[in-house]
């Protein structure tokens, strides 16, 4: 198992003026949320797979939700590349994937292929239906 993935004091300080105030009943922290959702990508994980560390996955994937439609992600990581050290920490992910050659492109779908019906030659290879079998053919 991948080890957790939490925000350090000066990143929070940059991040948690611009999350919403909500009142009500008491919430998970969002500074836990916060950092099981970059967890979350972060290992590539499935939502149902997040350590329990950060708090209810239904929660996480609801705050995640509520947050992407209000828009707040564009903010949220200008808000860490700026208190972040030099590209080391600023890169949320630099994977490389190689795809196949296959899948470099090109025309897609079936390839036109001449029907089996005739021979290298172009000659029919079977007798056609319509010829009668009823007399020999003739003699020279």
């Given amino acids: 198992m991948a080890e957790l993935f ?11 003026p611009l999350l919403p105030k ?11 949320v916060l950092s099981g959702i970059l967890h979350r990508f972060r290992e590539g994980l499935r939502w149902r797979a997040l350590p329990e560390a950060y708090g209810p996955r ?12 209000r828009g707040l992600w564009q903010e949220i990581f200008a808000a860490l590349v700026a208190c ?3 590209p080391r920490i600023a ?3 630099s994977t490389s994937v190689r795809a196949h050659r296959a ?8 390839k036109a292929r001449p029907s089996a019906g ?7 290879r079977s007798t056609p239906s319509r010829m009668t079998w009823g007399a020999s053919p003739p003699s020279s």
């Fill in 6 to 16: 939490w925000l350090n004091d000066a990143q929070w300080a940059a991040i948690e």
């Fill in 22 to 32: 909500l009142g009500g009943k008491p919430r998970v922290d969002d500074r836990r």
């Fill in 58 to 69: 239904t929660t996480v994937f609801n705050r995640f939700n509520r947050w992407s439609q």
């Fill in 84 to 86: 972040a050290d030099p």
């Fill in 91 to 93: 890169m949320v992910d």
């Fill in 103 to 110: 899948a470099a492109g090109g025309k897609g779908g079936r």
């Fill in 118 to 124: 005739r021979g290298v030659d172009g000659r029919p």
